[in-house]
Each structure stands twice: as C-alpha cells, then as structure tokens.
C-alpha cells in the first residue's frame, strides 16, 4: 500500500501570505496526485489532479508541482475563502489519501 | 449541472447490512466511473471502492474487500453500495463522487452518514 505523509499537519498564516503544502509517498506515484479543500460540513473540492493541473473553475493561485515521491500544493496568496482542510489522493495504485493539512487563520 | 445525491444512511448494529444509493443527473452517467469514499467522524478521507462505466472492472480498499459490493445501474443513472458484516470502524459520512481519471474525482456528493452502533 502507497503511504502518503502530509506535512505539516498544521499551518497558521495571514491572509494574503503564500502557502506551502507538502506531500510525500512511500514509493513513486509518478504524477498521479490530485489535491481536494475540504471545509467543514462541506464535501472535498478537487483543486489539482495529475500533480499540476488546476481543476475546472479553480482559481490561478493555487498551483501543484512535483513527481514521483515529492509534491507540493502552493497557494500564493491566501484568501479568506482558502482556509480548510487540503489532502493529497494518489492515483498510481488505488486511491489513498493523505492525513490532511488544515490551514488555520494566524 | 452535475448533481450526485447519496441516500440509505442509518443506524444499523454491528454485523449489520446497509445499502446506499447515489443517484446522479447532468452528466451521460454510463460513460464515467465512479468511486465511493468516506470520512469517519472527525477524520480524513478513504477511498472505499471505484467501479468502471460498463462495471467491467471493480476494486476496493483491503479495508472493506469481501464485505462490501459497488454495483450500478446505468438504466437509472445510479450507484449502489452494498455493505455487510458491518463494524463499528464503518462508522463515516460516504460519499458517492464522479471520477475523473481513477480515484480522482472531481464531482462530489454531500455525504450520507452511516453509524454502526449497537
């Protein structure tokens, strides 16, 4: 079974800073990774699939980048609405998901 | 509009039987897969089990294999789970969600809660 380790489990930041998510799994996924928001009461949201690719109607300030075992989703500059949960979802061998990473308001 | 609508919740006692549907709209449901997944209560997401357009292919978490069956019906654009032998660990909101490619999906339901209680 595919591992996937979401650091860190929390990050506090301002409106308007930049932030930085991490995924790393226990073997390549190669690109197969999406990100899902999730806020409370509400369903998970895809922002990114295939490790890069912004999901239809997401906004330009959330980007993915990476391959194989390392990714990172990036917001560059946090908005009101973004503070929720993120998972990362692999898709190289059935589709576990990471722990999450709440984005918490500083 | 995509529209995914899960139904059959409850509360059912251990080793216990439920079966969910998910009945969708907006989209030619025979052409997609479609995966359910669940949240247990203040936790993350799992991915329970994925079924292809035609139903040809079929897979599930180790955690629910042997217990539980995805099944479809194209005729009335719904998706079915089956679940058996049911145990406290079941206990979560499923979710029915459209994939996109495999388990990633990018249409979602809003969840419907199953507690296995006694």
């Known amino acids: 079974e595919i591992v996937l380790t979401q650091s860190p489990a929390t990050l506090s930041l301002s409106p308007g800073e930049r932030a930085t998510l991490s995924c790393r799994a226990s073997?390549?996924?190669?690109?197969?990774l999406a990100w899902y928001q999730q806020k409370p009461g509400q369903a998970p949201r895809l922002l990114i699939y295939?490790?890069?690719n912004r999901a239809t109607g997401i906004p330009a300030r959330f980007s993915g980048s990476g391959s194989g075992t390392d990714f990172t989703l990036t917001i560059s500059s946090l908005e009101p609405e973004d503070f929720a949960v993120y998972y990362c979802?692999?898709?190289?061998?059935?589709?576990?998901f990471g722990h999450g990473t709440k984005v918490e308001i500083k | 509009e995509v529209q995914l609508a899960e139904s059959g919740g409850g509360l059912v006692k251990p080793g216990g039987s439920l079966r969910l549907s998910c009945a969708a709209s907006?989209?030619?449901?025979?052409?997609?897969?479609m995966n359910w997944v669940r949240q247990a209560p203040g936790k993350g997401l799992e991915w329970v089990s994925i079924?292809?357009?035609?139903?040809?292919?079929?897979y599930y978490a180790d955690s629910v294999k042997g217990r539980f069956t995805i099944s479809r019906d194209n005729a009335k654009n719904s998706l079915y789970l089956q679940m058996n032998s049911l145990r406290a660990e079941d206990t979560a909101v499923y979710y029915c969600?459209?994939?996109?490619?495999?388990?990633?999906?990018?249409?979602w339901g809003q969840g419907t809660l199953v507690t296995v209680s006694s």
């Open positions: 079924i292809s357009g035609s139903s040809a292919y079929i």
């Open positions: 295939d490790a890069s």
């Open positions: 073997q390549s996924v190669s690109s197969y």
């Open positions: 979802q692999q898709g190289r061998n059935w589709g576990t």
């Open positions: 969600a459209r994939s996109m490619v495999g388990p990633t999906s990018d249409y």
């Open positions: 907006g989209f030619t449901f025979s052409t997609y897969s």
